[in-house]
C-alpha cells in the first residue's frame, strides 16, 4: 500500500468537496438562510484537505488495491463531512441519520429518514439533491477529470468508481474521457432543468428533480415526491430523462463523434430497452382496472418502471397497493439495474445478459461436450477471467444481501420491510415495499439499522469491492516499499 | 440421443414402480381398505413397463445428455401413475392436485395441497409417505441397485439424479456402491421405526414419519404433523434423524468400513453441523421469550432448524409466528439446504462452501495479483471447471427462481406467501410463510401454479438441469447414431 499517495488523494478530494459546498452557500445567501453549517464544514474540509495533500508524495505509484482503498475511503469521509450542514442546521437531530441521508445522497440511492421534506430550508434541500449529482457520476471522476494525473493511476480509481463488469476509455488520455463524461452529464442535466422550467416547474424545484434524476438518486423537495405535481408532462420528462441517464455514457459520446452505428449494435442498450418495454406493458395490463383507463396505466407503469430499473426511486403513485404480479415484476427490477457506465446501480443489465449468455452456454456443453462455444457480448468473445469477475460478483453480492438481511430483521420489521430496504439500499433505489414504501421512510431502523444501510448503499454503489476488501486485514498491512518507482507527475 | 436405449430404461423404471406398488396394496388388505386404486396403476405399469422394456436395444450406449433425459423422464412418468391411487381412490378431485401431491412425495417436497390428512386411508397415506422414501434416496440409483448395467451408463444416472456437484463411486462396481447406498438407507429407516415405536408411537404412525425422515420429505398423517405428539421425546428422536439423514451417505460407508479419519476430517460435515449449532443457538435466543423455557425453545429451535436445513419440512410449531429474526434464519436455511450425497435438498452446504471460499480466494487475488492461490475443498484443490459449474448452478437456479415468482404472483397471493411457496417447492422443504406456512397449504392456488411448482419441485430434486435441458430442442433432435458401438449388456 502506497498510505502516502492515498493520504494525498482524499486529501485533494476533500478539497473538492469543499468547492462543491460553495454552492449550497450561494444558494443559503440567495434565500437568506444560514451560510454557517455549510461553512464550519467547508472550512475543515479545506484544512484538513490542505494537511493531507500539501507534501507530494515521492512515490506516486498505485495499484489496484490502493485504488480500491482510495474510493471507499474517500466515499467514507464525503459522507462523514457532508452530513455537518444537515447536523449544525438542526434538520436532523441525531448524527446517524445525517450520515445515512448523505450516504442516501452521494449514493444516488434516495432513501430518506425524514417523513416529510418541505419544512426544510432551501440549501438544505439543494444540498441533498445535490449530493445526487455528484454522486451519480462520481467524484472520483470529477478529480480525474481536474486534477493532473497519470493515466495508469487514474484507471484504477476509475475501475473502482464507475459501475459496470469493465470499464474503457473513450479517448486516449483518461482525464480527457473523465472530462467528457462530465460535459455530458452536465448538458444532459441542464437540458431537463430548461425542460421542467418550460412546463412551469420553478427554477428550484427543477434544479432540485434534475439532479435526482441525473444522478439516478430520487431525493425530491416534496413529500408526494414527482407525484405531488398530478402533472402528466413532468411525469414523462422525468420518465424519459431517468431512462436515458440508465444509459451507458459511452454511447451519448459515440453519437456525439458519428459512430451511431456501435450505439444501434450495443446489446446492453436493446437488451435494456427490451426489459423496460416489456414490464411497462405487463404492469400497464396488470393495473389498468385500478386506473380505469389504459393512458394513465401506461403513465403510471412507465414512471414506476423508469424509475424502479434506473434505480432512481422517484413515484408518482403509491405502487405498494399495486397486484401482487406488478410488485414482483419491480421487485426484480430492483436487482437487474440499469446499464453499466450509467448513473444507475444494481447487478445492471451487462452483467445480467454475461450470467444468462454463459449460463445457456455452459448448459448447451452438457449435451453437446465436444461442441465448441464461446460467449459473445457486444460482439467479442468473452474471456473466462471476465465470466469468473460476473460470479464472483453476484457471489459476493449474494452473501451481502442475505447476511444484511439477517441483520436487518433483529430490528423486528416485519420481512417484506426488511428484505426490500436491504435491496432499495444495496441496489441504490431508495423505496422498498412496506413500511420503506414510496410513502414510507427508513426512520424507524435504529441507529445501527441505519448504519448497516449506510454501509450496504456504498457497497452498492462502489459495485462491493472496494468496500468489502476494506475489511481485508492484508490492505492495512505495511510491507517494505520495494515497487517500481515512479516519478512524481501529480 | 438413443432413443431405444432411452425407452428401454424407462420401461425398467416402471416395472419397478409396479412393484412398489405392492407394499401399500398390502397395507390396504391389512386394514381392509381397496386395493383396486393400487391394483389398476400397478397393472397399467407393468403392460406399459413390459411394453417398452421388452425388446433389448442393440446400442446400449448411454451420453450424459441420455443421461439427463431419462432421469428427467423417469420421474415424470412416475409421478403421473404414481398420482393414481390418490386420483381412483377419490382422495383428491382433481389429477393436477394428484400429481402435485406426488411430485411433492416423489421429490420429497413434503408441500401439501390437502387441509387435512386424517380422514385418509391407512393404505393411501402409507403410498403418500413411501413415495418420499423411494424419492429420497432416488428412484434410478433403486434401479441401478437391482438390474444389471453396465459401469459407464450407470454412472450417467447416478451423476444426474444424486444430489451435489460431484458423485464418486464408493467401491469399484456402481451396483454395489448403490445397493451400500440402498442398505444404509435401509438399515437406518428401520432403527428410527424402532427408535419411534420404543417411545409408545404405534408402527404404522412410526412407519409414516420414519419415511418422512428418511427421505427428508415431510409428510405426515397428523394434521399437526410432528407437534400433534405433544411428546418431546419423538422431537428428539425425529429431529436427530433429519440431521443425520441430511448428512452425505458416503460418510456412513466410510465410517461402516473403519475409515473414521475422513469422516472426522469431511469439511461439509463440521460446516453443516456448525451452521445448524449457530442458527439453533440464535433462535433459543430469540424465541427464548415466547416460551418461556429454554429448554422448550432449544427443543423447538433444534427440530425447526434440523427440519427446515435438510429440507424436511416437518414442525412442531407454527414458525410462522416467531419474530422476523428466527424467520429470516430458516428462510437463509431453506436455500443452503443439505450435504450433498444426503437425501436433503437446496443449494447444498458443499455448493455454499465452494462459493464462499472462490469468493474469498477471488477477492484476495484484487489485492494481491500476483499470489498464487487454489481453492481447496475437502482437501483436495478444486479446479476451474467445476467452480463454474458451481456459478452456472446458482446463475440457473436464481433465473428458475425469479421466473417462478413472476409467474405465481399472477395468482394474486402476498408476496411472502409467492416467495416462500417458490422457496419451499424448488428446495423440496414444503411449507413455506404465510398461507402456505406450516399450518397452511397448497390449495388455493389454480392449476397452472400447482403445475408451475410440481415443476420447481423436480427442478429442485433433479438439480435443475435434467428437467431444464428436457426443454432444449437440441435434445430431441433425431441424429443418424453413429456413436461408438457396445456390446449389449442389460
Same mark, same amino acid.
Given at each position: 500500500? +502506497?498510505?502516502?499517495?492515498?493520504?494525498?488523494?482524499?486529501?485533494?478530494?476533500?478539497?473538492?468537496?469543499?468547492?462543491?459546498?460553495?454552492?449550497?452557500?450561494?444558494?443559503?445567501?440567495?434565500?437568506?438562510?444560514?451560510?454557517?453549517?455549510?461553512?464550519?464544514?467547508?472550512?475543515?474540509?479545506?484544512?484538513?484537505? @490542505?494537511? @493531507?495533500?500539501? $507534501?507530494?508524495? !515521492?512515490? &506516486?505509484?498505485?495499484?489496484? $488495491?490502493?485504488?480500491?482503498?482510495?474510493?471507499?475511503?474517500?466515499?467514507?469521509?464525503? =459522507?462523514?463531512?457532508?452530513?455537518?450542514?444537515?447536523?449544525?442546521?438542526?434538520?436532523?437531530? *441525531?448524527?446517524?441519520?445525517?450520515?445515512?441521508?448523505?450516504? =442516501?445522497?452521494?449514493?444516488?440511492?434516495?432513501?430518506?429518514?425524514?417523513?416529510?421534506?418541505?419544512?426544510?430550508?432551501?440549501?438544505?434541500?439543494?444540498?441533498?439533491?445535490?449530493?445526487?449529482?455528484?454522486?451519480?457520476?462520481?467524484?472520483?471522476?470529477?478529480?480525474?477529470?481536474?486534477?493532473?494525473?497519470?493515466?495508469?493511476?487514474?484507471?484504477?480509481?476509475?475501475?473502482? !468508481?464507475?459501475?459496470?463488469?469493465?470499464?474503457?476509455?473513450?479517448?486516449?488520455?483518461?482525464?480527457?474521457?473523465?472530462?467528457?463524461?462530465?460535459? %455530458?452529464?452536465?448538458?444532459?442535466?441542464?437540458? !431537463?432543468?430548461?425542460?421542467?422550467?418550460?412546463?412551469?416547474?420553478?427554477?428550484?424545484?427543477?434544479?432540485?428533480?434534475?439532479?435526482?434524476?441525473?444522478?439516478?438518486?430520487?431525493?425530491?423537495?416534496?413529500?408526494?415526491?414527482?407525484?405531488?405535481?398530478? +402533472?402528466?408532462?413532468?411525469?414523462?420528462?422525468?420518465?424519459?430523462?431517468?431512462?436515458?441517464?440508465?444509459?451507458?455514457?459511452?454511447?451519448?459520446?459515440?453519437?456525439?463523434?458519428? $459512430?451511431? $452505428?456501435?450505439?444501434?449494435?450495443?446489446?446492453?442498450?436493446?437488451?435494456?430497452?427490451?426489459?423496460?418495454?416489456?414490464?411497462?406493458?405487463?404492469?400497464?395490463?396488470?393495473?389498468?382496472? %385500478?386506473?380505469?383507463?389504459?393512458? &394513465?396505466? @401506461?403513465?403510471?407503469?412507465?414512471?414506476?418502471?423508469?424509475?424502479?430499473?434506473?434505480?432512481?426511486?422517484?413515484?408518482?403513485?403509491?405502487?405498494?397497493?399495486?397486484?401482487?404480479? *406488478?410488485?414482483?415484476?419491480?421487485?426484480?427490477?430492483?436487482?437487474?439495474?440499469?446499464?453499466?457506465?450509467?448513473?444507475?446501480?444494481?447487478?445492471?443489465? *451487462?452483467?445480467?445478459?454475461?450470467?444468462?449468455?454463459? *449460463?445457456?452456454?455452459?448448459?448447451?456443453?452438457?449435451?453437446?461436450?465436444?461442441?465448441?462455444?464461446?460467449?459473445?457480448?457486444?460482439?467479442?468473445?468473452?474471456?473466462?477471467?471476465?465470466?469468473?469477475?460476473?460470479?464472483?460478483?453476484?457471489?459476493?453480492?449474494?452473501?451481502?444481501?442475505?447476511?444484511?438481511?439477517?441483520?436487518?430483521?433483529? !430490528?423486528?420489521?416485519?420481512?417484506?420491510?426488511?428484505?426490500?430496504?436491504?435491496?432499495?439500499?444495496?441496489? +441504490?433505489?431508495?423505496?422498498?415495499?412496506?413500511?420503506?414504501?414510496?410513502?414510507? +421512510?427508513?426512520?424507524?431502523?435504529?441507529?445501527?439499522?441505519?448504519?448497516?444501510?449506510?454501509?450496504?448503499?456504498?457497497?452498492?454503489?462502489?459495485?462491493?469491492?472496494?468496500?468489502?476488501?476494506?475489511?481485508?486485514?492484508?490492505?492495512?498491512?505495511?510491507?517494505?516499499?520495494?515497487?517500481?518507482?515512479?516519478?512524481?507527475?501529480?
Amino acid at each position: 500500500m +502506497n498510505n502516502r499517495m492515498i493520504q494525498f488523494v482524499i486529501g485533494k478530494i476533500l478539497l473538492v468537496e469543499a468547492a462543491l459546498l460553495l454552492l449550497p452557500m450561494l444558494v443559503a445567501l440567495f434565500y437568506r438562510e444560514q451560510v454557517i453549517p455549510f461553512l464550519i464544514p467547508a472550512v475543515l474540509l479545506t484544512g484538513l484537505g @490542505l494537511l @493531507l495533500s500539501l $507534501r507530494t508524495p !515521492e512515490q &506516486t505509484g498505485l495499484f489496484a $488495491r490502493d485504488g480500491l482503498a482510495i474510493v471507499a475511503l474517500a466515499w467514507i469521509f464525503m =459522507s462523514l463531512f457532508g452530513a455537518l450542514p444537515f447536523y449544525l442546521s438542526g434538520s436532523m437531530h *441525531s448524527y446517524v441519520d445525517c450520515i445515512f441521508e448523505t450516504v =442516501s445522497g452521494f449514493t444516488t440511492t434516495g432513501a430518506s429518514i425524514l417523513p416529510e421534506v418541505e419544512s426544510l430550508g432551501r440549501a438544505i434541500l439543494f444540498w441533498r439533491s445535490f449530493t445526487h449529482w455528484v454522486g451519480g457520476m462520481g467524484v472520483l471522476v470529477f478529480a480525474i477529470a481536474i486534477l493532473p494525473m497519470s493515466d495508469g493511476h487514474g484507471m484504477h480509481l476509475l475501475r473502482a !468508481e464507475v459501475p459496470g463488469p469493465t470499464v474503457g476509455k473513450l479517448v486516449s488520455r483518461m482525464s480527457d474521457t473523465a472530462k467528457i463524461l462530465y460535459g %455530458i452529464y452536465l448538458v444532459m442535466t441542464l437540458v !431537463e432543468i430548461v425542460l421542467l422550467v418550460l412546463g412551469g416547474m420553478s427554477l428550484f424545484d427543477a434544479c432540485i428533480h434534475a439532479f435526482g434524476t441525473a444522478g439516478t438518486g430520487g431525493f425530491s423537495d416534496r413529500n408526494l415526491s414527482v407525484g405531488a405535481y398530478q +402533472n402528466p408532462y413532468f411525469d414523462i420528462v422525468i420518465g424519459v430523462f431517468m431512462i436515458l441517464f440508465g444509459i451507458n455514457f459511452s454511447l451519448y459520446y459515440y453519437l456525439l463523434v458519428g $459512430r451511431a $452505428r456501435e450505439v444501434f449494435r450495443s446489446e446492453e442498450l436493446w437488451t435494456y430497452l427490451g426489459i423496460v418495454g416489456a414490464s411497462v406493458l405487463a404492469i400497464t395490463v396488470d393495473i389498468a382496472p %385500478i386506473y380505469h383507463s389504459v393512458g &394513465t396505466s @401506461l403513465r403510471h407503469a412507465f414512471f414506476q418502471v423508469s424509475s424502479i430499473i434506473t434505480t432512481t426511486g422517484y413515484a408518482t403513485v403509491n405502487f405498494d397497493t399495486w397486484p401482487s404480479f *406488478s410488485k414482483a415484476i419491480l421487485v426484480a427490477l430492483m436487482f437487474v439495474g440499469a446499464c453499466a457506465g450509467s448513473t444507475g446501480g444494481g447487478i445492471k443489465v *451487462s452483467r445480467v445478459v454475461i450470467l444468462v449468455k454463459t *449460463s445457456i452456454s455452459d448448459m448447451r456443453r452438457m449435451l453437446h461436450p465436444n461442441a465448441v462455444s464461446t460467449v459473445r457480448f457486444e460482439g467479442k468473445p468473452i474471456c473466462d477471467k471476465q465470466i469468473r469477475g460476473v460470479h464472483t460478483f453476484l457471489t459476493v453480492y449474494l452473501i451481502i444481501f442475505i447476511g444484511s438481511i439477517l441483520l436487518l430483521s433483529l !430490528e423486528g420489521a416485519d420481512l417484506i420491510t426488511t428484505f426490500t430496504a436491504v435491496a432499495a439500499c444495496i441496489n +441504490n433505489i431508495g423505496p422498498g415495499l412496506g413500511a420503506v414504501g414510496p410513502q414510507g +421512510n427508513f426512520a424507524a431502523f435504529s441507529p445501527l439499522g441505519k448504519l448497516l444501510l449506510s454501509f450496504d448503499m456504498l457497497v452498492g454503489r462502489l459495485e462491493i469491492f472496494p468496500m468489502v476488501l476494506l475489511f481485508a486485514p492484508s490492505i492495512w498491512k505495511i510491507r517494505p516499499r520495494i515497487k517500481f518507482r515512479q516519478r512524481p507527475n501529480l
